[in-house]
């Protein structure tokens, strides 16, 4: 009976763009398509319950001119820029640690991982309870050998920093990408390389690194896109913004805008500005890539 039917021949890459037409439509409805709404109610005075006023760029002025938002903003770049080089870096250097086959080493490649695929919320719980002040086991351990453990979470001074520690710890799939790159590059250009006398360093320095360089450059981009959106998680369940505002950032100022205050138009302006900030920084990075030479194009992978 099948055999009455001819289905189409379908050439490569016209079966991988039907593959990929699933996730298309699923980024223009969840992703494209709210983002031109929100663009639009931005210019509105709208609380979700009367009718839309036309306000122009009043939403703009209103959210440039809180002194909330220009201490989100702070807030936000230094949860950005200083965790971010930290867990790339500490993937890349994990995966060079890991690298090489051993008994045990799966497993500790696992654990490595684990930390990623558990869910932001219960992954924010369990560092509640990690930095609590009184019986937390992480400041049980410092007392323990005689280091003066800080209140974290419910002290300003150390708020950033046990956010910034926390986010050290899911760094998975950075680490699995640095991995496979590491394993991508031959072991003979490595050998050659050490019978000419390069050391530890000198491999790692002008081989290894500029070889891999695109590839960082890229988990840098998409740790810097994706850490606004996964702070939000953390923080509100961890400090609401707190303590004294030490960890309020741009999400939560526009959580708050928009859910607290039912200034929806207020919110998607900010909610505008961040994503404005993030192109900024993704946009310095790649100019800074460039003075240094580093490309992201298929040659750059030939070995």
Do not use: C
């Not at 992703?31 to 009718?51: E, K, N, Q, R, W």
């Not at 890991?98 to 558990?118: C, D, E, H, K, S």
């Not at 707190?242 to 928009?258: R, V």
Request: proline content about 6%; hydrophobic content about 60%; charged content about 10%.
């Amino acid at each position: 009976m099948l055999e009455r039917f001819k289905f189409p021949q379908l050439s490569y890459q016209a079966r991988w763009r039907l593959l990929l037409l699933p996730y298309a439509v699923g980024i223009l409805l969840l992703v494209v398509l709210p983002s031109l709404l929100s663009f639009g109610m931005a210019f509105f005075h709208y609380d979700g319950l009367s009718t839309p006023e036309w306000a122009g760029s009043l939403n703009f002025v209103l959210a440039y001119t809180d002194e909330l938002f220009a201490l989100s903003v702070r807030n936000s770049l230094a949860l950005i820029l200083i965790p971010v080089p930290l867990r790339v870096l500490g993937a890349f250097l994990l995966a060079r640690l890991m690298q090489r086959n051993g008994r045990f080493l799966g497993w500790f490649r696992a654990a490595v991982y684990l930390p990623t695929i558990v869910p932001a919320a219960a992954f924010a719980l369990a560092w509640l309870w990690i930095l609590n002040p009184l019986y937390g086991p992480l400041n049980l351990l410092l007392q323990a050998v005689a280091i003066e453990a800080p209140a974290w979470l419910v002290d300003s001074a150390w708020a950033k920093p046990a956010l910034v520690l926390m986010g050290l710890w899911q760094i998975g799939e950075g680490f699995i990408v640095s991995l496979a790159v590491l394993y991508d590059i031959p072991l003979e250009l490595e050998d050659a390389a050490r019978m000419d006398g390069a050391g530890s360093w000198s491999l790692m320095r002008f081989i290894i690194l500029p070889l891999i360089a695109p590839i960082l450059l890229l988990l840098t981009f998409r740790d810097v896109i994706f850490s606004f959106q996964e702070s939000f998680t953390h923080i509100f369940f961890l400090t609401q913004g707190g303590p004294y505002y030490a960890t309020y950032t741009l999400p939560f100022f526009i959580y708050e805008q928009g859910f607290d205050l039912r200034a929806f138009g207020t919110a998607s302006a900010a909610l505008w500005v961040m994503y404005a900030i993030t192109g900024m920084i993704v946009v310095a990075l790649y100019v800074i890539a460039k003075q240094w030479h580093i490309g992201t194009t298929d040659d750059t992978f030939l070995l």
